[in-house]
Nanobody
Framework: VQLQASGGGLVEAGGSLRLSCKVIGVNFRIYDMSWYRQAPGKERELVATITSGGTTNYADSVQGRFAISRDNVRRTLYLQMNSLVLEDTAVYYC???????WGQGTQVTVSS
């Protein structure tokens, strides 16, 4: 499986970004999908999940600010991030179900 995350960058606090993750090599539509993030010096943490049926769940820290979605035709996972805060700074990774494949991730840096 290949995971091609993109869309990260430098943004001011309060701003927005939309991350994308193109998934290659698996039957995308049958898998639950997740976004994780890892900040410097911290463990990787779960940010949001979306099931194959479209049910979503979020970490408390991003609830109401982030929205996960998927396009099964394009085999792409998205993360719309609004009202960004400094604590959102991290490398963001997408994950396919329980598969141990992370890809290179995409860096999000929020400045004050």
């Amino acid at each position: 499986v290949q995971l091609q995350a993109s869309g990260g960058g430098l943004v001011e606090a309060g701003g927005s970004l939309r991350l994308s993750c193109k998934v290659i090599g698996v039957n995308f539509r049958i898998y639950d999908m997740s976004w994780y993030r890892q900040a410097p010096g911290k463990e990787r943490e779960l940010v949001a999940t979306i099931t194959s049926g479209g049910t979503t769940n979020y970490a408390d820290s991003v609830q109401g600010r982030f929205a996960i979605s998927r396009d099964n035709v394009r085999r792409t996972l998205y993360l719309q991030m609004n009202s960004l805060v400094l604590e959102d700074t991290a490398v963001y990774y997408c994950k396919v179900g329980g598969l141990q494949a992370w890809g290179q991730g995409t860096q999000v840096t929020v400045s004050s």
